[in-house]
């Protein structure tokens, strides 16, 4: 029996599926399951929505809809209760997927997710199928996030967010960051006020995802690379399996205050303006001594990145070693992960 991956359709996915194939050895079947609205937007056609068959496939990859109870594309969740139809919905119509394979001889031995982290634990574990997380931002926001759910983190983030005009300027530190965050930094829905419904799913959304890694220890494939991101991933370690498996987006605190190679415009009442803008272009593009030290640690950063991709790279061994850890499921005749998130809209 062939390898058989799934998950959602992202360019990383079939970047770590190439490199997964190229240290194995073997060609590995991926099938993606995207949601009703997605599979129309991806291959608009009469039959796109019917049954549950792939809608298409190059011989590696093949896509699968599932139901999100929102199939029209007209709609979207807006209260509570219908974020918790689209729960339910997408974990019954997934948990039928997951019956098909097993009924046509690919059983799926793992599931690989990201988004619909309480949606893909529940399908999993009511199938006692084994489940790894994909963490597709940097491990800096994986850092931020882990504690804000833990230690008490989040009070006192809270605390400041409704601290007034200024608090945007508040400083703090948290375990493994070399530098204090600003507020600002923080994922938005982290510091929502007024109680916003997609924030609270949001928010509610990754308190399960956590507490399901805390519970079940998965892997976490980290979408970084180990050595831009050391001290973090140091911190990270000591409470989650994590797996660096590169490459990564940027932000603005990873950009200015870890690697140095750019700077924060200074904005008043949250905007930008054009003089700001145009001095901090120049900082950075100019003959000035800090733009020359920028251009300099970028080709050092090119550098790192690019040893770390390469055959006996970081991003190489630690993919190996995920390969050993998991040779069971990853075998010819067992191995099916089955990575799929919710919809675009999320």
């Known amino acids: 029996m062939q390898s058989h991956v799934n998950g959602e359709p992202r360019p990383h996915l079939a970047h770590l599926l190439a490199r997964l194939n190229r240290i194995d050895g073997r060609s590995i079947l991926a099938t993606l399951s995207v949601s009703v609205t997605a599979q129309r937007c991806l291959f608009p056609s ?22 999100d109870g929102f199939d029209d594309g007209a709609t979207a969740p807006k209260t509570a209760e219908d974020w918790a139809r689209r729960h339910r919905v997408t974990a019954e119509s997934l948990s039928s997927i997951v019956a098909h394979f097993a009924a046509g001889g690919k059983p799926i031995t793992c599931i690989v997710f990201m988004m619909a982290g309480p949606t893909m634990v529940d399908v999993a574990r009511s199938h006692s199928i084994p489940f790894v997380v994909s963490w597709i931002r940097p491990a800096t926001v994986l850092d931020i996030e882990y504690h804000y759910f833990h230690g008490g983190y989040r009070e006192l983030i809270t605390g400041h967010a409704t601290g007034g005009d200024h608090a945007h300027k508040v400083s ?16 938005s829905f982290l510091l929502d006020k007024i109680g916003s419904v997609l924030a609270n799913a949001l928010m509610e959304m990754f308190r399960e995802l956590f507490e399901s890694m805390d519970q079940w220890r998965p892997k976490v494939l980290v979408n ?35 690697w140095e190679v750019g700077v924060r415009g200074q904005n008043s009442d949250g905007v930008v303006t054009r003089t700001e803008l145009a001095r901090c272009i120049e900082l950075v593009m100019g003959d000035g001594a800090k733009a020359v030290a920028i251009r300099e640690r970028m080709k050092e950063l090119k550098e790192i990145a690019q040893a770390a991709a390469s055959i006996g790279g970081s991003m190489d061994r630690n993919l190996r070693v995920f390969l050993s850890k998991h040779s069971k499921l990853l075998s010819p005749d067992t191995f099916c992960i089955r990575r799929s998130v919710m919809t675009k809209s999320v």
């Open 46 to 67: 009469p039959d796109s929505g019917g049954d549950e068959q792939p809608a298409c496939s190059d011989g590696v990859i093949s896509y699968v809809h599932h139901s």
């Open 172 to 187: 703090m530190s948290l375990p493994g960051l070399s530098h204090p965050l600003l507020l600002w930094d923080f994922l």
């Open 224 to 258: 970084t690379i180990e050595e831009l991101e050391a001290n973090v991933l140091a911190e990270m370690k000591r409470h989650l399996d994590v797996v660096t498996v590169g490459p990564m987006p940027t932000n603005v605190y990873l950009v200015e205050e870890e």
